[in-house]
């Protein structure tokens, strides 16, 4: 008994290794599992932090919706790799095969993985400014993706988009209406929106953000967002899909989108009528926006571009 005992022991030490590496081995690079959203839209939300090598550059909502003609997927994801976990993550709840794949804009979280769905002859569509600032700085976004995802870039490769649009494409599939909308400039080039009108159901991307600190970038026209949010809060969307963070109302997205940029361009105006500084948009009171992520990476760097770009409007 005791000899038999004994060999079970080693036996368990032997392959203790083997059992291990299968018990920590992750199933899929996504962040987190889709989640349903309504009967036929889903979303696997990203992490909120910057794209990371332990989030495998899952940082943004990889939404889909399933109809009885396909799959529409928006966003590409950030690698090849994690294109394919989110395939996988799709055939385990729909046999229907994506059909298409919309980026929401040029960046790299949203188009690097675009190469993996054209391997699956998946149409991959965007906004014609999309393709431009994939023409134009691609490589450089896929560089970067490459140092900070390491082995996870594995197959990743710059693709373009198959088609393009300007203002508008529509999309009927399996009795659902798909509106790919460009309300005007935003967040960043190539910035667009999906509506499901049936719905009252938008999937915004970066135009609406909520649970994180929104990120002025050098080419974010933070003025040219507000008169293009005209346009996105009269759809008169009933459930909204930001670019991060889960499912939530206009009302939620408002309060941290546009009265953010309306509170941050009050406060620089009225210090460039008193001949303000740079350092003095520094010291802007933002405390109203602390508990959200990446609050203390976003807020300086946001008050000295908004000042910056403001001194010229």
Known sequence: MIKTWMALVLLIVAFMPTLLLAGNAPSSLLFSQPQQVTDNVWSAIGA????????????NNLSFIITSEGVLLVNASDNYLLAQSMHKAIKLITDQPVKYVVLENGQGHAALGSNYWKEQGVSVIA????KQELEMHGHESLDRMKKGRKDKSAGTALTLPDETFEDKKIIQMGGERIELLHLGPSHSPGDIIVWLPNQKLVIAGDMAFHKRLLPVMEDTDTSAWLETWDQFAALGAQIVIPGHGGP???QEVTKYTRDYLVYMRQQISQLLEEDGTLHDATKIDQSAYEHLD?????TLRNASTMFRQMEFE
């Open 127 to 130: 906004h014609i400014e999309t």
């Open 294 to 298: 990446v609050f203390d990476e976003l």
């Open 248 to 250: 939530t109302t206009m």
């Open 48 to 59: 909120t932090a910057p794209p990371t090598y332990d989030n495998s550059g899952h940082n």
